[in-house]
T-cell receptor, first 116, second 113 residues
């Protein structure tokens, strides 16, 4: 079936503007994650959704960042008043289940955000 | 929290030779260790994983070993091919943080013909 889909694939925005990044997880996957990857760096955890439970927002770097997941499926990551340091690739992943010791996470291709 | 260190940061190998990437983790509660391959301009792709109740897992030319006592795990690629060139990331996750994979910094592997 289809993998994790993210849109847009590239986004250039002016400093101070708000942006919305979208993630369509694999159908039926209950867990959804957002990570950020700065140029040449590893992956930094942002937020995690699991079913109807409250999301784990502990990785969001500031209150300018927020995310929601509607209907347990599509997720939107919103960055308000963007800053140049927000420039990075934002990666979304989903997992088929939770609670087991080892649930595979499958990543989308990412959204490359450039703040100018 | 969990901390994962990955070495080396770059690895150049001759086609046909083997490549080994090593990771160490700090949290003894970590129980799931995936490896991802990331090609330029693409998202990370899961290539193999291992759970804490297993010491070794193999899938064709790739294998992963886990030493829980020493808290380290390794990726082994045998008979390397040019298409193995990519950045490889290791990760660890604990049972009390289902959503938080802690990733290593990555290893740039270059396979030269």
């Amino acid at each position: 079936g289809a993998g994790v889909s993210q849109s847009p694939s590239n986004k250039v925005t002016e400093k101070g503007k708000d942006v919305e990044l979208r993630c369509d997880p694999i159908s039926g996957h209950t867990a959804l994650y957002w990570y950020r990857q700065s140029l040449g760096q590893g992956l930094e955890f942002l937020i995690y959704f699991q079913g109807n439970s409250a999301p784990d927002k502990s990785g969001l770097p500031s209150d300018r960042f927020s995310a929601e997941r509607t209907g347990g499926s599509v997720s939107t990551l919103t960055i308000q008043r963007t800053q140049q340091e927000d420039s990075a690739v934002y990666l979304c992943a989903s997992s088929p289940r939770t609670g087991a010791a080892g649930t595979e996470a499958f990543f989308g291709q990412g959204t490359r955000l450039t703040v100018v | 929290g969990e901390n994962v260190e990955q070495h080396p940061s770059t690895l150049s190998v001759q086609e046909g030779d083997s490549a080994v990437i090593k990771c160490t983790y700090s949290d003894s509660a970590s129980n799931y260790f995936p490896w991802y391959k990331q090609e330029l301009g693409k998202g990370p792709q899961l290539i193999i994983d291992i759970r804490s109740n297993v010491g070794e897992k193999k899938d064709q030319r790739i294998a992963v070993t886990l030493n829980k006592t020493a808290k380290h795990f390794s990726l082994h690629i045998t008979e390397t091919q040019p298409e193995d060139s990519a950045v490889y990331f290791c990760a660890a996750r604990t049972t009390d943080s289902w959503g938080k994979f802690q990733f290593g910094a990555g290893t740039q592997v270059v396979v030269t013909p």
